[in-house]
T-cell receptor, first 113, second 115 residues
């Protein structure tokens, strides 16, 4: 298994532009999570899906952020319009359930200038 | 407020030495506690998961302990290697009674192993 696959690995964009981050979870994992990591705040949960359905999006900072999971093998996190304070590493993770380990992707380092 | 506090914030040790990282939490109701290792520029990798009834769990040179009464956990690394240099993150899961609890992340301990 190739693990959780995220793309792109690095993204540099100008303020105001739309950014789309992509994630392919591990096959058979029913849960998919989007996290954001910064030095100041550590890892923060943005949203998670169970069987492609968004369950908890209370961590999404504001309406500029949206996430979709159109099928079991693909999810996107979109930021529109992007702002410099969105600069962070965004991780996608998948899991089989509550008492199983999460498998994280390698992350997307986003820089908004 | 549910919190996970880790100490020390950073640690430098010599290769071959042992070390212990601490995690205190106030999360309730408790479901499980996880330790992750995160190498620079990579995603976190799961080391151990412990539920309420488990006191200790090992993964190679890593041994995690859990005292659910005092709400403390430790991660002991034996005979450290240069490759152990990473951030170690303690994560506690709340128990909602459903299939997926909320995870509370600690800020991590940054370990540097020097030759």
């Amino acid at each position: 298994d190739a693990g959780v696959i995220q793309s792109p690995r690095h993204e540099v964009t100008e303020m105001g532009q739309e950014v789309t981050l992509r994630c392919k979870p591990i096959s058979g994992h029913d849960y998919l999570f989007w996290y954001r990591q910064t030095m100041m705040r550590g890892l923060e949960l943005l949203i998670y899906f169970n069987n492609n359905v968004p369950i908890d999006d209370s961590g999404m900072p504001e309406d500029r952020f949206s996430a979709k999971m159109p099928n079991a093998s693909f999810s996107t996190l979109k930021i529109q319009p992007s702002e410099p304070r969105d600069s962070a590493v965004y991780f996608c993770a998948s899991s089989r359930g509550a008492n199983y380990g999460y498998t994280f992707g390698s992350g997307t380092r986003l820089t908004v200038v | 407020k549910n919190q996970v506090e880790q100490s020390p914030q950073s640690l430098i040790i010599l290769e071959g030495k042992n070390c212990t990282l601490q995690c205190n939490y106030t999360v309730s109701p408790f479901s499980n506690l996880r330790w992750y290792k995160q190498d620079t520029g990579r995603g976190p990798v799961s080391l151990t998961i412990m539920t309420f009834s488990e006191n200790t769990k090992s993964n190679g040179r890593y041994t995690a302990t859990l005292d659910a009464d005092t709400k403390q956990s430790s991660l002991h690394i034996t005979a450290s290697q240069l490759s152990d240099s990473a951030s170690y993150i303690c994560v506690v899961s709340e128990n909602y009674g459903g299939s997926q609890g909320n995870l509370i992340f600690g800020k991590g301990t940054k370990l540097s192993v020097k030759p």
